[in-house]
Structure formats: structure tokens, C-alpha cells
């Protein structure tokens, strides 16, 4: 059962926006926190975002910090990852998943950003 699937990744220049989005198949999804996640190739899974499931708070990783912004549409069982002002550094694998009790995770999209 697909319950994660991110999409909405591609290949933008360094200083370009992106916006991600994650569907989640869960049951009273405004019960859940959220977050995501991304992997770079030969490194480890890394925190980028986190957002309450009201959406009423969030917060992010230093290395993201002024640039993303985590947002929910809880009808719409979607989390999303608004990314601004890119940097190659932001090159990786982005994943989305629950806080607490995570699920299984998804094939997550790729964000590929060019010099």
C-alpha cells in the first residue's frame, strides 16, 4: 500500500524556486506532524522541515532556514516544501514521512540544482 508519495522535484538552476509536495495517505492526517527529509548521494537521510499538524507551528534546519517554508492542506492530505533561492548544495533526494511512528518511506522526488 503506497501511503507517501512525493512529487514536484526537477532540475533547476542555482537561485530558482521549487515547490514539493507530499500526499499522504493516513487516516485523520491533521492528527500527524510532518516533516521532510532529504539524502544527498553517499550521505546520510538529513532533517530540512517540520510542521505541527494544525500547521500551526514549524521549524527547519539551519542549513534551509529564510529560504524553505514547510505548509500543510490538511483537506488535501498534502504537506508541501516551498524552496527558495536554491543552492547545489540543495541537491538530494527529498522525502516526506509522519514524526511520530513514521511510515514506510516513499521513492521521494529529486531536486537537482545546476551551477
Known amino acids: 500500500q503506497v501511503q507517501l508519495v512525493e512529487s514536484g522535484g526537477g532540475l533547476v538552476q542555482a537561485g530558482g524556486s521549487l515547490r514539493l509536495s507530499c500526499a499522504a495517505s493516513?487516516?485523520?492526517?491533521?492528527?500527524?506532524?510532518m516533516a521532510w527529509f532529504r539524502q544527498a548521494p553517499g550521505k546520510e537521510r538529513e532533517f530540512v522541515a517540520h510542521?505541527?499538524?494544525?500547521?500551526?507551528?514549524?521549524n527547519y534546519a539551519d542549513s534551509v532556514k529564510g529560504r524553505f517554508t514547510i505548509s500543510r492542506d490538511n483537506a488535501k492530505n498534502t504537506v508541501y516544501l516551498q524552496m527558495n533561492s536554491l543552492k547545489v548544495e540543495d541537491t538530494a533526494v527529498y522525502y516526506c514521512?509522519?514524526?511520530?511512528?513514521?511510515?514506510?518511506w516513499g521513492q521521494g522526488t529529486q531536486v537537482t540544482v545546476s551551477s
Open positions: 514521512n509522519t514524526v511520530y511512528n513514521p511510515l514506510n
Open positions: 493516513i487516516r485523520t492526517f491533521s492528527n500527524y506532524a
Open positions: 510542521i505541527s499538524g494544525s500547521g500551526n507551528s514549524a
